[in-house]
DNA sequence: GGGACTAAGGTCAGTTAAGGTCAAAAGGTA
DNA sequence: TACCTTTTGACCTTAACTGACCTTAGTCCC
């Protein structure tokens, strides 16, 4: 069964979807009473699925007449490997982060689907292996040879 | 008798051809029960009879609404593709090595030159770092993880 | 303007629900 | 016996989910 999370992630995408523009604004409350979920699950939601990873800007207003603010982020090819790469430069990727992020670039028409699956097979388990000392670090590393592949010149 | 791993492989088999995709998702907890045995057999029956030597192609999540997802993965009978696994299954890959073998999969039409690029970037020094222990043998499985993604139905 | 009250959303630690790993025991078979 | 395959269980990691408590914003009343 899907979980919540999932569900509450496909219901907000969807409403991206058929508002046309790329912003929404919900209360955080209504949804979690759609779901009958804790109103926390939906912060949840946000950051694991809507971060600046996956592409998004989360604003939001407390108080009376409070709101959250989901924003589809639009950048520029250079914009986003230059962001991606900065990202990659702080952190380690578990694989699931690092999914994210090429379906991301996917969806961004800047990877193709075989480019993707090329890349998800080198940070996937079997290519790593389980006797690496940093799996997260190395797979942060090999992401980011990869990216800067794309910012040579014959690419632009 | 046949051993509770056989059994295990063949429901998994037939669930396989009945969802009529090449795809199915399970709960580990659930086949265990089904065939009562430790959650962890469940494993050993994918790692022994579904892994990409098989063609199948396994992932998975864990914590709440976890899954097993199986992929059928169709057998190319390209040979030069499949040679160059088995040469990979015994052999270590020195950069020069590795690069030599991309440029042939380049010339033979196989790969993109973007592709190419990507790949070396891969398995260069800046992504392994020099930090790693068997730095060979991670190229080797690297390259054999990314062409197996080759193998699959979709490129054809 | 300043409390007091109300209506939001935010945080975080802790719990629950999965799957993963590994070594060791058990079972088969040449 | 020696070796290989199965099977299990103890322990680990990761993801989902919740609830108690906190912060911020607006409203009403003096």
Chains 1, 2 share one sequence.
Not at 58 to 70: D, N, P, V
Not at 92 to 114: A, M
């Amino acid at each position: 069964m899907r979980s919540i999370a999932d569900q509450i992630e496909a219901y907000l995408i969807k409403l991206l979807k058929l508002s046309g523009g790329s912003v929404i604004e919900v209360q955080r409350s209504e949804i979690a009473q759609i779901f009958a979920c804790a109103p926390s699950q939906i912060n949840y939601v946000l950051t694991t699925r809507f971060g600046p990873e996956q592409g998004y800007l989360i604003e939001s207003r407390r108080g009376g007449g409070g709101y959250l603010r989901i924003t589809r982020v639009e950048m520029s090819d250079n914009e986003l490997l230059e962001g991606l790469l900065d990202f990659l430069e702080e952190t380690l990727v578990p694989f699931h982060g690092g999914e994210r992020l090429l379906i991301r670039l996917l969806e961004e028409g800047f990877l193709t689907k075989r480019e993707v699956l090329l890349m998800k097979a080198v940070i996937g388990q079997q290519a790593l292996g389980n006797a690496l000392p940093h799996p997260d670090l190395v797979r942060a590393n090999i992401l980011k040879a990869m990216l800067q592949t794309f910012l040579r010149d014959e690419f632009k």
